[in-house]
C-alpha cells in the first residue's frame, strides 16, 4: 500500500500520507489523524474531501500546501515547481492593502499574469471595489477577492478549505456557481475540503470521503469515487440528492 | 472632559478644524484662571501670564531662548531616534524568539524598573560630562519602554496571514513590506508617541544633573537655583509648545496615514 511509486503522466499530484499525529498539548495526549492516506489525483480533476469535523480534511490540505510538514509519508507534484493557490477559511486579506493589491500581490511585477486581474475582478463581480479596502466590504465581497488572489496565480494546484462556510445559501450558491466557472475556464487540479454533502456533490468530479481515526482503522478513506452529473443536473436539486443517495448511502 | 470627544476626533480625519477650536477654547479658560490666581495670590513665586510672557520675549529677543529650544530638540531628535531603533529591535527579537524572550525577559523587567536618575548618574560617572552621555542616558531610559511595546507587537503577529504569505510565495522582503510591517505599525506609532513624551522630559534632567552649558533643561536648573519661577514657567511652556507642534504636525499626521484602510 505504501510503495514508491513514480507519478504516472496521467497524475497531477500523489498524496501517501502514512501517518499524521497531532503533538499533545495541554495535557491532551497525542492525537492520530490521518492514517494510509494515499490517493493519486488526475490533472484537472475537481477532488472534494468530505468527512465529519476532526477527521483531518484540513490537515491535509495544509500537508500538501507545504504548511505542515510533521508527518510520514510524502507528497508528489508533476509539475517540477508547482504553483500552488489556498482559498482558506477565513479570507486572509491584507486588510492594508486594497482590492486590486491583494489580489496582484502574489504575483511578480510584469508578470503577464497582471495583464489578466482586471478581466478576474470583472468576472468575480468586483468591478468598482479595485480600490476599496477589504474591511469596508461585506464577508461575502472578501470571499470573492480572495477566490480571484487563488484564480489569478493561474495554478497548478488550487486548494479550498469550507470557503463558502458562514455565508447566507442565496451568496454560498452564486459563489459556487463562479468556483465552478472559473474552474471551467481556467482548468486546474482542485482539492476542495467540506463537510455540506450537497456541495460536495454539487462541485466534485470525484469525492474522498474521510472518517475520524480509531485505533484499529487501517486507513481513514471511507470511500473514494467518482460524481458523474452533466452540467445541468448539478443545477438541479432533485438530481443532486439523488447522486447524494447513491454514493453516500451506498456505503 | 474632553476625553469623551476624543475617539469620534480622532477618527475622523477631517475634523481637524474642530479639534483646534476646543483646544483654543480650552487653552483660554486655562490661561484665564491662571491670571485670576495669580492676581488674587499676589506672590512673587506665583507669576502670571503676563509676567511669564515678557520674560519669554527678552529670552527670544536675546536669542538665548532659540538656541536652548534647538540644542535640547537636536538631543531629543537623536536620543529618540536611537530608542525606537534599538527598541525596536530588541521588541522585535524577543517577539519572534521564545527562548530568548523567557531568558531576556528578566533583564527586560530590571531595565524597565531602573530608575531614570541611576541610569544618568551612572552614564555620567562612567563616560564622562559629554554630549553623547546626554544622548545615550536619554535613549537608554526610554529604550526598555520601546522594547516591551514592540515585543507584543511581534507577538501578535497572524499566523494566518503568516501562511497566506507562504503558501503563495510572496517572498521575506514582500513579507515584510506587506504584511509583518503594517502589523507592527500601529505598536511603533504607540511606541513613538508615548517616547516622545517620555524622553523630553528625561533630556531636561538629563541637562540638568549633567552641567551642560546649553539646553532647556540647563536653563531651568539655573533659574530655579535663583528661584526665577517666571523664567522656568516661560521655558517649560516654550518647550511644551515644540513637542505638541512635533505630535501635531508630524505624529498624528503619520499615524492617521497608517490608519487609512480602517473601517
Redo the contacts between chains.
Keep these: 500500500m505504501n510503495a514508491h511509486q513514480p507519478i504516472g503522466h496521467a497524475a497531477s499530484l500523489e498524496i501517501n500520507v502514512e501517518a499524521k499525529t497531532f503533538s499533545p498539548v495541554a495535557g491532551r495526549p497525542s492525537q492520530p489523524v490521518l492514517r494510509n492516506v494515499n490517493l493519486t489525483v488526475e490533472p484537472r480533476s475537481f477532488l472534494v474531501l468530505t468527512g465529519p469535523s476532526g477527521c483531518g480534511k484540513s490537515t491535509l490540505l495544509n500537508i500538501v500546501?507545504?504548511?505542515d510538514t510533521d508527518y510520514a509519508g510524502h507528497i508528489r507534484f508533476a509539475a517540477v515547481d508547482p504553483r500552488?493557490?489556498?482559498i482558506?477559511q477565513?479570507p486572509?486579506l491584507?486588510?492594508?492593502?486594497t482590492v486590486e493589491e491583494n489580489i496582484t500581490?502574489?504575483l511578480p511585477k510584469g508578470d503577464p499574469r497582471r495583464a489578466r486581474v482586471p478581466e478576474l475582478i470583472a468576472r468575480v463581480g468586483l468591478s468598482g471595489t479595485e480600490t476599496a479596502?477589504p474591511?469596508?466590504l461585506s464577508l461575502g465581497m472578501q470571499r470573492r477577492v480572495a477566490i480571484a488572489?487563488g484564480f489569478a496565480?493561474q495554478p497548478d494546484i488550487l486548494?479550498m478549505d469550507e470557503p463558502f462556510v458562514s455565508l447566507d445559501e442565496p451568496t454560498a450558491q452564486s459563489l459556487r456557481t463562479l468556483v465552478i466557472e472559473l474552474w471551467q475556464s481556467h482548468p486546474t487540479t482542485v482539492l476542495f475540503v467540506t463537510h455540506d454533502r450537497p456541495e460536495a456533490v454539487r462541485l466534485a468530479t470525484r469525492i474522498v470521503r474521510l472518517s475520524q481515526l480509531t485505533d484499529t482503522m487501517t486507513s481513514n478513506v471511507l470511500a473514494d469515487g467518482p460524481i458523474v452529473l452533466t452540467e445541468n443536473q448539478r443545477k438541479d436539486p432533485a438530481s443532486i440528492r439523488a447522486e447524494q443517495a447513491r454514493f453516500f448511502d451506498a456505503q | 472632559m474632553s476625553q469623551t470627544h476624543k475617539p469620534h476626533i480622532a477618527s475622523a480625519s477631517g475634523s481637524w478644524r474642530e479639534r483646534l477650536v476646543w483646544t483654543v477654547l480650552s487653552l483660554s479658560v486655562l490661561i484665564a484662571l491662571w491670571a485670576i490666581a495669580a492676581a488674587v495670590a499676589q506672590n512673587r513665586h506665583g507669576p502670571g501670564p503676563l509676567a511669564v510672557l515678557s520674560v519669554l520675549a527678552h529670552e527670544s529677543a536675546t536669542g538665548a531662548l532659540w538656541i536652548n529650544l534647538a540644542t535640547t530638540l537636536a538631543r531629543v531628535a537623536v536620543a529618540f531616534m536611537i530608542a525606537m531603533l534599538i527598541g525596536s529591535a530588541i521588541g522585535l527579537a524577543l517577539g519572534r524568539n521564545n527562548t530568548a524572550d523567557k531568558f531576556f525577559d528578566a533583564w527586560l523587567i530590571l531595565a524597565l524598573n531602573l530608575p531614570a536618575l541611576v541610569i544618568i548618574a551612572l552614564s555620567y560617572v562612567w563616560i564622562g560630562p559629554y554630549e553623547v552621555t546626554a544622548i545615550l542616558a536619554t535613549a537608554i531610559n526610554k529604550i526598555p519602554n520601546v522594547a516591551v511595546q514592540m515585543r507584543e507587537g511581534a507577538r501578535s503577529l497572524s499566523r494566518?496571514?503568516d501562511?497566506?504569505a507562504?503558501?503563495?510565495?510572496?517572498g521575506w522582503w514582500?513579507t515584510f513590506r506587506?504584511?509583518t510591517l503594517?502589523q507592527l505599525a500601529p505598536f511603533f506609532a504607540a511606541a513613538a508617541r508615548s517616547g516622545l513624551a517620555l524622553v523630553w522630559k528625561i533630556v531636561l534632567v538629563v541637562e540638568a544633573l549633567g552641567g551642560h552649558a546649553k539646553g532647556v533643561g540647563h536653563q531651568i536648573f539655573t533659574a530655579f537655583q535663583s528661584f526665577d519661577v517666571p523664567m522656568i514657567l516661560a521655558y517649560a511652556l516654550a518647550f511644551i509648545f515644540v513637542i505638541q507642534l512635533v505630535e501635531f504636525l508630524l505624529l498624528q499626521p503619520l499615524q492617521a496615514r497608517l490608519n487609512?484602510?480602517?473601517?
Design positions: 500546501a507545504g504548511l500552488i493557490a489556498f482558506f477565513t486572509r491584507l486588510p492594508w492593502r500581490l502574489p479596502y474591511e469596508r488572489r496565480l486548494l | 494566518d496571514l501562511e497566506m507562504t503558501v503563495y510565495r510572496l514582500n506587506h504584511v503594517p487609512r484602510w480602517k473601517r
